[in-house]
């Protein structure tokens, strides 16, 4: 395993749909910057936003890190709870809990985690209630 | 077609200048469900939507769009209009519905996004 050359933790706080998308542009300004190729970059900017997203709509606050090695950039989003009662289920386009204010906002399409998913080259889920769900995403550079 | 002819176009107030209201308008979209833009959004897009919230501004800018434009008279609230300066994204406003928006769009020549 490499050393990772670059770490940045970013702080979400729950509900704070006002501040949403501002760790998402600060990565991508950043990995923009590096001269990482605009076809990843556009694919870690819909997940890290997705992810980002995610923490603000469901979570009960959490934090996404980057970590940048010289052939990879890995997200991680973690949340300290509630947890995702059921995985599958959640992976699933089209199926949200988004609460109506979401929902009125224009999330809550159930894309989601399968955005996510789509976009990274290697995506892990782990999910525990009452504990938190950390996501892992992977990118080759 | 550039931002500032699409504005002529739409017959829409320019709610906030973007950086360069001469860069070209690659295509156009509709969708007012945000996840879904983010899986569609194109650098370039005109992206046509009803939503008014910050979060139409924190994708635009992230997926390097000419602008946004809200239909039917829609306007950004203080905040999002305060965030699109900061980023200089180009916000026009037409009292036009979505539907004519991308009717007119069309009849221009804008292509839909690529696959």
Not at chain 2, 4 to 13: F, G, P, S
Request: hydrophobic residues 45%.
């Amino acid at each position: 395993m490499q050393q990772h050359a670059m770490m940045d933790v970013f702080n979400i706080t729950a509900l704070d749909y006002a501040s949403a998308g501002d760790a998402s542009a600060t990565i991508k300004r950043k990995l923009k910057q590096l001269g990482i190729d605009s076809t990843v970059l556009r694919r870690i900017a819909v997940a890290s936003y997705e992810a980002e997203l995610n923490l603000i709509i469901h979570s009960m606050g959490g934090t996404l890190t980057l970590s940048i090695t010289t052939t990879e950039i890995k997200l991680v989003s973690r949340d300290v709870g509630p947890g995702i009662p059921d995985i599958e289920r959640a992976l699933q386009e089209g199926y949200s809990t988004a609460n109506a204010e979401a929902r009125n906002m224009g999330f809550g399409a159930g894309m989601g985690l399968p955005n996510m998913r789509r976009n990274a080259d290697d995506f892990t889920i782990e999910s525990e209630m009452g504990k938190g769900t950390q996501i892992q995403m992977r990118f080759a550079i | 077609m550039n931002i500032q002819e699409l504005a002529v176009l739409l017959n829409a107030t320019i709610a906030q200048e973007g950086e360069d209201m001469t860069m070209p308008v690659s295509c156009g979209y509709v969708c007012d469900l945000l996840s879904w833009v983010l899986a569609h959004g194109q650098k370039g897009m005109a992206w046509t939507t009803v939503q008014t919230h910050v979060n139409v501004v924190a994708i635009a800018v992230l997926m390097e769009m000419a602008c946004v434009i809200l239909s039917e008279g829609n306007q950004l609230d203080m905040a999002s209009l305060a965030k699109a300066r900061e980023e200089k994204l180009a916000v026009l406003v037409t009292a036009k519905t979505s539907y004519e928006v991308c009717g007119l769009m069309m009849r221009a020549g804008i292509a839909p996004p690529q696959a």
